[in-house]
T-cell receptor
């Protein structure tokens, strides 16, 4: 039972490049979430998916897109990376009253 | 709008001493409340949660938290800290709003 897995662990992009962050969970959760973590700002919700086939914007969705590929997988795409998107990205999953289980994170640097 | 405030950015505590981390929130009703812990380079792990009922809740690693409706607070406590408790702690309200975090340093 791996819980929530994220790939890659580290990534360096140049401004304007695109990439997709992958997330998968094996806990049969309906809900999945993408957050970014920046120093002094805690975690901010980018997008979430309450169930397979649905996605909703969170607090900071601009510059990102998501795909809920199936119940297990929820990907986050940066179409044209900007330095302001340098951050640590966390995926989480959960079901009951927003109790969440987090992945190990992806550290992204945009130069 | 929901908001979560963790007033202490950084706390230093001696090993064996007690620890209290503060969390205040603004929310329209009694929210779901959570504390998470993040060790360096790791994801967040759920310490404890409050949904309803008894306002004193017990969590993992010897932590407890008390919900005080009148003060809109959900403070985290541990009677005796261990060096392994050095980490960053996040309060979350309503599930999706997180505080900025409190970093705990434990000195020998």
């Amino acid at each position: 039972n791996a819980g929530v897995t994220q790939t890659p662990k580290f990534q360096v992009l140049k401004t304007g490049q695109s990439m997709t962050l992958q997330c998968a969970q094996d806990m049969n959760h309906n809900s999945m979430y993408w957050y970014r973590q920046d120093p002094g700002m805690g975690l901010r919700l980018i997008y979430y998916s309450a169930s397979e086939g649905t996605t909703d914007k969170g607090e900071v969705p601009n510059g990102y897109n998501v795909s809920r590929l199936n119940k297990r997988e929820f990907s986050l795409r940066l179409e044209s990376a900007a330095p302001s998107q340098t951050s640590v990205y966390f995926c989480a999953s959960g079901d009951y009253r927003y109790e969440q289980y987090f992945g190990p994170g992806t550290r992204l640097t945009v130069t | 709008a929901q908001s979560v405030t963790q007033p202490d950015i950084h706390i230093t505590v001696s090993e064996g001493a007690s620890l209290e981390l503060r969390c205040n929130y603004s929310y329209g009703a009694t929210p779901y409340l959570f504390w998470y812990v993040q060790s360096p380079g790791q994801g967040l792990q759920l310490l404890l949660k409050y949904f309803s009922g008894d306002t004193l809740v017990q969590g993992i690693k010897g932590f407890e938290a008390e919900f005080k409706r009148s003060q809109s607070s959900f403070n985290l406590r541990k009677p005796s800290v261990h060096w392994s408790d050095a980490a960053e702690y996040f309060c979350a309200v309503g599930g999706l709003s997180f505080g900025a975090g409190t970093t705990v340093t434990v000195r020998a």
